[in-house]
């Protein structure tokens, strides 16, 4: 027997999130969604009573490979509301997660607006202020920071959990205000947003070149793609007149 996850949210207003969703697939819909509110305040991250933890019917198969990351199962999600049901909490002005843009393409899926979100990025900040770290994805940054690695990996037979996600990257945020002296949430985005531009180029025939090492033809012709990351054309434009 199969059991479904289907708690719900405390009600109420806040500011920020710390959000992770699980999906059908890479580019699929949310079939499970967890948020856990949060405030920072004088340089203190302060956990707020509400959250959400809950499941959802991606209204399409889950691919083999998700399956392989988050063993959520077809069946599981059967009798869950449509990933469409997934709506913010009012007042939400600052979602953070790690690998942000993921977790915010798969709520827009669900048909939720993101537009004036302002995302904060735990894993550009934990590149941007531990270099020197191995890895930096999630279950490596719990290990990287713990006390007890025992314990961590404990809580870590359950990561691709919605949840056990959002509580490691709150655990991670807490490091980062820590780490970088931040003194509350807008000072928090300001530096996210620095830490999300590129130093080197990570695609194509210069991956790995510095930026302001590209030649000057290469710069010009990624400068004319709709499609380029708004990161990356920040950084294009710190260094070139583009």
């Not at 002005?93 to 993921?102: A, K, L, M, Q, R």
């Not at 655990?171 to 928090?188: E, F, G, M, S, T």
């Amino acid at each position: 027997m199969h059991t479904i996850e289907c708690s719900c949210a405390v009600s109420g207003n806040m500011k920020a999130i710390v959000l992770d969703t699980e999906t059908s697939s890479k580019e699929g819909n949310p079939c499970e969604v967890a948020w856990l509110g949060i405030d920072v305040q004088e340089g203190r991250l302060k956990p707020l009573p509400q959250q959400h933890n809950q499941r959802y019917h991606p209204q399409e198969p889950i691919s083999l490979g998700a399956i392989a990351v988050h063993h959520i199962l077809d069946e599981d999600v059967a009798d869950c509301p449509p990933h469409t049901a997934f709506r913010l909490p009012a007042g939400v002005e600052y979602i953070i997660g790690h690998n942000i843009d993921f977790d915010l393409a798969a709520i827009a899926r669900s048909g939720v607006d993101v537009s004036a979100i302002k995302a904060i990025c735990t894993l550009a900040l934990s590149r941007a202020l531990w270099p020197m770290a191995e890895s930096h994805t999630l279950s490596a940054m719990a290990y990287f920071h713990a006390d007890n690695r025992a314990a961590v990996r404990e809580v870590l037979r359950n990561a691709h959990s919605a949840m056990t996600d959002v509580k490691l990257t709150a655990a991670l945020l807490r490091c980062i205000i820590k780490q970088a002296k931040v003194a509350d949430l807008a000072a928090l985005y300001s530096l996210s947003e620095q830490a999300r531009v590129p130093t080197v180029i990570g695609f194509g025939k210069y991956k790995g070149t510095e930026i302001a090492a590209l030649p000057a033809d290469y710069v010009a012709w990624l400068g004319k793609q709709t499609d380029l990351d708004p990161y990356l054309l920040k950084a294009l434009k710190q260094h070139f007149r583009i």
